[in-house]
Structures are given as C-alpha cells and as structure tokens.
C-alpha cells in the first residue's frame, strides 16, 4: 500500500494534467462529478468492483473446448469451409478518450467523443456479425477507477472481462454505458490478460483488435528520470509523485504484441483512434508486430474522423468472416497442398500479404490474403493435399 502523501501527490498531479490538456493516453480528462467521486467517496470494495466490471459472457462449449485434437493427414480433394473464429477487442477506456478525434481536449458541442465515435463503429461493425463471430472483450483500464490509487488508475477489471461467445454483441456495446473514459493506459497488461483468454482454445482461429487513442504507459518500473514522457508538462515524470506511471510503456507493449503474434500465433490489428502526434511510431512498431499492418503509412489503421474509424473496423470485419477457412486433413509438410479459389490455384505466402498461409497447420487452419481474400467465398475455396507414403 503506498503512503497517503505519495497517493494524494499523484492525484494532484492527474488533475493538473487534466486541467491543462493532454496529449494523448493520459489519466484525464476529469469531469467535475468524477473529481466530486474520487474524493469524497470511500474506495470501492473488491465486492463493489466485481460488481462494477463487465460480467463475463457464459463459454460457447463447442467453441471454446478443443476436442478433437489436431488432424491427421489424409490424401485427397476437399472442399474447405470457413472457420467460425474467435475476435477479442482490446478497447481503450483511458481518460483521454474523452476528447474529441482531432483534438487534445473535450469536444465541441454536437461532436462526438473518442469514446462515442468507438462505440458507434464498432456498434455499426459487430451488432450484424454477432451469431457469425464469437466475439469477446477487454477494457481497459478497470471501470470506474479511484485516481488517489495509482493501482486503480492503472489497473484492470477483476476477471477475464467478457469472454468470446457468439450473440455477444450487445454485451460488448453495453459496457460503454457502465463507465466513463478515466485512468491510464495499460495496454501492455490488458492484451496479455485477453490473449491468455483468447488462446485458451485452438479449435477456431482467433484474431485481436487493439483500439487505443495514445501511448502505452502505466509501467511503475520505467526510470522516471530518463523515460520518455507521456504527459503534457514532459518534465512532470521526473518530478511529480508516482510520475514514472506516465512514463511512455512502449517495449514492454511492444514485446507483448510480439509474444501475441509470434509465439501464440494471435494476429492483432491495431487501430489507432484521433491525433497521435509523436506516439504513432509506436502504434506503427505495434501493427507490425502484430503480423496485419497496412501497406502504406502508417503502419497502424488510422481513425482520425467516424468514418475513418468505421472503415478501420470494417477491414478487420472483412478479413475475419470472410478470409478463414478450415481444411478438413492436415499435410505432413506444410507445402504439400493446393489451394484454389473459384478454381483458381492460389500460391502460398508466408509474409501473409498475397495469397494463403497457415494460421494453424496441425488444426487445420488457413487465410487468405490480399485479392485471394477479396474473391472468396463460403463455397468456393478448395484444396488437394498429398500425405507421405499414402
């Protein structure tokens, strides 16, 4: 438990934040009722907050059990059908969402919030997919937090937030009702928790989507001195109480978008919401790590007006129902299959650009990239797999 003076510091140094703007990802902006909250109101009981959090949806039983195991190779022509996958969101709730898409404060009158403008997209994206796609969601940080403590400011939900099942839809778009934009942004911590949930099964393909408005930070490790600094007074990390929170967490982040991609085999798009500034560099470093970058610049998805967030969602949309298919034998070698789409033979591309590739051979799980994607269907896409010494 930290000292009371060290605590109230911090929070003085959040509203001071606040009152002067932000650049982007920071514990404020602070509506006066939310200050009134935080305090006058004595800190939430773990009862109060498990209430408060998003209840996690009930398990889709033939999604999330992998039971049968992966495939053994047998020679032959099969039609492939298209996988149901799993899609975790990774929704910021940072104070700055708040403000307005292009700009460092609160919006004009009639203009929506970050926070506004990500519910009507992804409500536009999701509500027609919701019996399509098990979806699922985290938000971070936690719902509601108490600012005077910085492990509240910067901390997640209890439990595994809402978990991928199909009709979740409308829990998902509930959760922008609960709470307001407040706190931090720990974003490293809250793709590691929704990947831990999302890779508790194999037997669908699974996606991520990280929609976050600023720099990662929230990282009570980071050298405060030296650090670069996410808040607008960029000395205020070096001098104010707890300072090394607001401390930007881009390797750490970026690691585990690393892991997410690399290790678990996750692929997570990111979308980064208003003006970024000199943060972009790293939202880019994270779509590329994530293994579904854009081709052009930048990197990341880019959401600097409704519609712009709107297109972003529906790309990611578009690959996940349509571009993922199931093989029902799986190849001793990886190369030893022939995929066609209406007929026509597709070549395999590892750099996931052009073309098919793996997403999980021993399950048999494929996508389809670029123009292969654009022309598939659920009824026309094949293969002819050669097993050895069969």
Known sequence: MKAPARSLGFAVTVLL?????????????????????SVDAPRESSTDASRDAPVDAPPDVRLDAALDGPLACVPGTFDFGLARPQLMFVLDRSGS???GLDRTDFPPPGAPSRWEALRDALSQTILPLSTEIAMGA????????????????CGQDPGQGIAPRLANAP????VFAQAAPLGGTP????LDLAAQQLSASRAVSRVMVLATDGAPNCNGALDPQTCTCTAVDTASCATAADGEYNCLDDRATLATVTNIFGVRKIPVYVIGIGALGPFAPVLDAM?????RPRAGSPRYLPADTPQELGAAFEIVKNSVARCTYITPSSPDDPDAISVTVDGTPIGRDPTQVEGWDWIDKDYGHLQLFGAACATASATNVAGEISCRDK
């Open 97 to 99: 969402m708040a403000f």
């Open 287 to 291: 779509a590329v790590a994530g293994g």
């Open 138 to 153: 985290r938000f971070f940080p936690r719902a509601r937090p108490n600012l005077f403590d910085i492990t509240e400011a």
């Open 171 to 174: 829990a998902i778009l509930d």
């Open 187 to 190: 974003t490293s911590a809250a």
């Open 17 to 37: 934040v606040a009152s002067c703007g932000s650049r982007t990802g920071l514990f404020g902006p602070l509506p006066d009722a939310v200050v009134d909250a």
